[in-house]
């Protein structure tokens, strides 16, 4: 018998576990992005715990293959608006990121030289190695809105200013959801005259 690899899951998820997971990713990626309103080509950032979701402590049951349904579901809502995906690695890689390598140029992004491992980088983070067409891991991203599975902290990868997000889809298999869009930052004071992002109308503050 195959010795249990330590903080890795020896439990494998249904094909129905997985499904559900798939589409509660789906669901939560895609009423985010309908709230935050992302224009094409923005950051979406994402840390996901595979611990979480499958209900233990974060760090210390990972699974690859609720990994890869997470990621499948979130990439397939991302794609459908054309919005770039950063997966944050755990903070085993200091919470670096994995992303295509045509986003890292794009945003100027300093690459580094690492692969994730379930391990160290995590599941989710693995998955999307796997996935992308071309991957590569950078330090630092400013992303316009995240979405956090399983209390991963994924402020540090958010423009200013972070905007709290809320979704019907309010967990991924046992993992709770937390979601932020991120806006311009108001500057000027109270005789300030702003401009709605986008729109180019003035909107009095």
Known sequence: MAEK???MSDRTASEHELETVREEAYTAARQLLCEAKLAEGDI???GCSTSEVEGERIGKYSSPELGQAVWDGISRAAEEDGICLAAQCCE??????IVERKTARVYGLEEVCVVPQPKAGGSFAT???NSFREPTAVEHIRAHAGMDIGDTLIGMHLKDVAVPVRIAQKVIGEARVVCARTRPKLIGGERAVY?????GKRNGV
């Open 127 to 129: 998955a999307a190695w």
């Open 44 to 46: 979406l950032v994402v």
């Open 92 to 97: 085993h890689l200091n919470r670096a990121l």
């Open 5 to 7: 690899v330590t903080g």
């Open 195 to 199: 401009v709605s992002p986008g729109s």
